[in-house]
């Protein structure tokens, strides 16, 4: 297997607007960030990405970008963004940029342009369709409710957005919209970033035809079937990476919505003539309803076992794993997986670093931060959120009082709470107002106390990045063979790694009960060393009782 730094890498996401505010407007911006280096340095990680910081109208977020080229007004200037790179560089962190081009803001000039006329130079640049019979040209639904297609009066045409109207889909089938990406992502490598996460990069290119698709019983067809893995999207990517990615020393991850094992042996392949790597959604799908997202199924730990360990089986030496629970799009994996205690949080960390492939830190998940109970409707933010309670309950397909209890369980916005930093106002996050609610559980959770505390998940996450990034185990870590323990245990979720003259035993009991478990014969040791443990373990038996959330790691060669 060829060794690299990205696969030696942690990485850690930022999500600008909610992780610190230098200027008491009660949004996150880059000062703030720069600001924080130096916690960053003390976690450990060597990359940071930056969810979107481009200028935004902020329909989604940043995620609707008007300008490629310009800083977020409420974020900064491009003079801030470059003192944080350069001192990003002097410590040794790289800063990975988020790539945003499946579409653009409405905002954007080139809608604005395309928008403008039929005969536009620009028209191309986005999927326009003439009505069918008076309706939408097919079926399908926008992941942020509603149909994916707006009308436009001033050109009377229907434009295609997978996300909300204000974010329509570029047309990657027109060359000239390519080179302009191109163009672009160039710009900012000259700059000295260090890569690209690039958002739903597998939507980019839509079923020939633009067909109907199934419903999934949904009021909408999903339109994931019309647009994830499409016929041109590796021709595309292959053309991104000889005209740009190849040229430069950065890592890329795709955001591939709808990845299949099989697709992502082509979009991360050993070759290379792609990306480095993807995040699938399989295992974050595993506690979701047959139509949507929005309920409050428990993860099953069989299924979550099996669907990461084909991963990690079926890449090995083909392709290459990201490691992630959290991200701006996920509930708190540790209200999610775990029962919100700090213990839970350490165990669930152990499973996921312990694994083949670049592991990914969301901010504050290193504190342990959960879920927030925001209450009712009015106090959340997210676009997604927001516009599934009103579809859902207006067409009288769920109740409001059920619906509201599973939007507090999977919104996105118990990831946007701000960065819970000490016990002062607003926990440290701005001096002023900020823009979605604090957790009020930021007087027990929050890094200062952590910081503090040698207990704390905080110094457990800073622990198992230290083991991977510098340590005698480092090799077997990052490269190791991975074998699942005991795949139908309900409770335990064990592994082993092997590499060379190494081999890790991890064993992490992830419930709240106390379970026995038994090591499988197969599995022998002569002499053991612990590595890392969230309870005071002294020696490895082959029968044990397993406590609540016990995770533990141990050299058995
Ligand atoms: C995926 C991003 O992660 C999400 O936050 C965003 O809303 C959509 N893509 C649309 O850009």
Same mark, same amino acid.
């Given at each position: 297997m060829r060794k690299i730094w990205w696969k030696e890498s942690v990485v850690y996401q930022i999500y600008p607007r909610s992780f610190c505010d230098s200027n008491g407007d009660g949004i996150g911006d880059l000062n703030g960030i720069r600001s924080k280096l130096g916690y960053l340095k003390e976690l450990g990680i060597n990359v940071i990405w930056l969810s979107p910081i481009y200028k935004s109208p902020n329909d989604d977020n940043g995620y609707d970008i008007s300008d490629y080229q310009d800083i977020m007004t409420e974020f900064g200037t491009m003079e801030d963004f470059d003192k944080l790179l350069e001192e990003a560089h002097n410590q040794g962190i790289r800063i990975v940029m988020d790539l945003v081009v499946n579409h653009t803001s409405d905002e954007h000039s080139w809608f604005l342009e395309s928008r403008s006329s039929k005969k536009n130079d620009k028209r191309d640049y986005y999927i326009w369709r003439e009505a069918v019979d008076g309706h939408?040209?097919?079926? *399908?639904?926008?992941?942020?409710?509603?149909?994916?297609?707006? *009308? @436009? =009066?001033?050109?009377?045409?229907y434009y295609l957005h997978c996300f909300s109207k204000?974010? $329509?889909?570029?047309?990657?089938?027109?060359?000239?919209?390519? =080179? @302009?990406?191109?163009?672009?992502?160039e710009w900012w490598c000259e700059k000295g970033i260090d890569g690209f996460r690039m958002d739903v990069i597998s939507m980019i290119s839509k079923k020939e035809g633009l067909p109907d698709v199934p419903t999934d019983g949904g009021i909408y067809g999903n339109s994931m079937y019309g647009t994830c893995n499409g016929p041109h999207v590796h021709e595309y990517l292959q053309e991104m990476n000889k005209r740009v990615l190849s040229k430069y020393d950065i890592m890329t991850v795709g /955001? %591939?919505?709808?990845?299949?094992?099989?697709?992502? +042996?082509?979009?991360?392949?050993?070759?290379?003539?792609?990306?480095?790597?993807?995040?699938?959604? =399989?295992?974050?799908?595993? @506690?979701?309803?047959?139509?949507? !997202?929005? %309920? !409050?199924?428990?993860? &099953?730990?069989?299924?979550?076992?099996?669907?990461?360990? !084909? *991963?990690?089986? =079926?890449?090995?030496?083909?392709?290459?794993?990201?490691?992630?629970? %959290?991200?701006?799009?996920? $509930?708190?994996?540790? &209200?999610?997986?775990? @029962?919100? &205690?700090?213990?839970?949080?350490k165990c669930i960390a152990t499973v996921l670093h312990m694994m083949q492939g670049t592991p990914y830190v969301y901010q504050g998940e290193e504190l342990g931060m959960t879920n927030c109970s925001f209450g009712c409707i009015e106090n959340y933010r997210d676009l997604e959120s927001i516009n599934a309670y009103y579809e859902l309950t207006q067409a009288g397909i769920r109740q409001p009082e059920e619906l509201l209890e599973c939007i507090a369980y999977k919104s996105r916005d118990n990831a946007r709470t701000p960065m819970q930093w000490n016990t002062k106002k607003n926990a440290g996050f701005t /001096?002023?107002?900020? *823009?979605?609610?604090? #957790? $009020?559980?930021?007087?027990?959770? #929050?890094?200062? !106390?952590?910081?503090?505390? $040698?207990?704390?998940?905080?110094?457990?996450?800073? +622990?198992?990045?230290?083991?991977?990034?510098?340590?005698?185990w480092s090799d077997v870590i990052v490269y190791g063979h991975y074998q699942l323990i005991a795949p139908e245990d309900p409770y335990i979720f064990a592994y082993t790694r092997e590499y060379k003259e190494k081999k890790l035993l991890v064993i992490c009991n992830v419930s709240a009960n106390t379970v026995e478990f038994e090591i499988p014969e197969n599995i022998v040791w002569k002499g053991t060393e612990l590595l890392i443990a969230n309870y005071s373990e002294l020696a490895l038996s082959r029968k044990r009782k397993m406590k609540p959330w016990q995770a533990e790691v141990w050299d058995i060669l």
């Open positions: 939408e040209p097919n079926n *399908w639904g926008s992941v942020f409710s509603g149909s994916a297609w707006e *009308w @436009d =009066e001033n050109t009377q045409m204000k974010q $329509p889909d570029l047309n990657w089938e027109n060359p000239k919209v390519r =080179e @302009d990406v191109f163009n672009m992502m /955001e %591939c919505a709808g990845v299949t094992i099989e697709e992502a +042996k082509k979009y991360a392949n050993a070759e290379n003539t792609e990306l480095n790597m993807v995040f699938q959604f =399989e295992h974050t799908s595993l @506690d979701s309803g047959v139509t949507d !997202k929005w %309920c !409050k199924k428990p993860i &099953s730990l069989v299924e979550l076992k099996a669907n990461l360990s !084909k *991963w990690e089986m =079926e890449l090995e030496d083909i392709a290459w794993n990201s490691l992630y629970f %959290c991200n701006h799009d996920q $509930p708190r994996i540790v &209200s999610r997986l775990g @029962d919100n &205690s700090p213990l839970s949080a /001096e002023g107002i900020p *823009w979605i609610m604090v #957790n $009020p559980n930021y007087t027990e959770i #929050n890094a200062e !106390k952590e910081m503090a505390d $040698p207990e704390s998940v905080f110094h457990y996450y800073r +622990k198992l990045i230290e083991l991977r990034r510098f340590s005698q």
